[in-house]
């Protein structure tokens, strides 16, 4: 089992920044794989960034160039830099962990098993 503990959501307004953190713990082999994902209201959840057990990342266009997905070497601990927030950043942010994610599917979070609770951003214009 996997336990995923998001904080660091708050208000903001826009051009501002946030860093959000998971807390993993629980079966490291599962948690080769991890992500942020987020959810507006009305809207379906979305992949922002995720990063493997290669180090390699990925975003969403959206946030190219404003996000920074990074993860400390024990693999406790994943974040989410956020820059230029904008108020279409506004959502529940979700940290997602799983044993393995085919690359071609890593933002979909249908391909993730693990969840945390959520932590709301909102950004103010």
């Known amino acids: 089992q996997v336990q995923l503990v998001e904080s660091g959501g708050g208000s903001v307004q826009a051009g501002g920044s946030l860093r959000l953190s998971c807390a993993a713990s629980?079966?490291?082999?599962?948690?080769?794989?991890m992500g942020w994902f987020r959810q507006a209201p009305g809207n379906e959840r979305e992949g922002v960034a995720v990063i493997d057990n290669y180090r390699r990342t990925g975003y969403a266009d959206s946030v190219k160039g404003r996000f920074t997905i990074s993860q400390e070497n024990a693999k406790n601990t994943l974040y989410l830099q956020m820059n230029s927030l904008k108020p279409e950043d506004t959502a529940v942010y979700y940290c997602?962990?799983?044993?393995?994610?085919?690359?071609?599917?890593?933002?979909?979070?249908?391909?993730?098993?693990?969840w945390g609770q959520g932590t709301q951003v909102t950004v103010s214009s």
């Open positions: 997602a962990a799983d044993t393995w994610v085919a690359y071609t599917r890593r933002l979909r979070d249908t391909e993730y098993d693990y």
């Open positions: 629980g079966n490291s082999d599962s948690r080769q794989f």
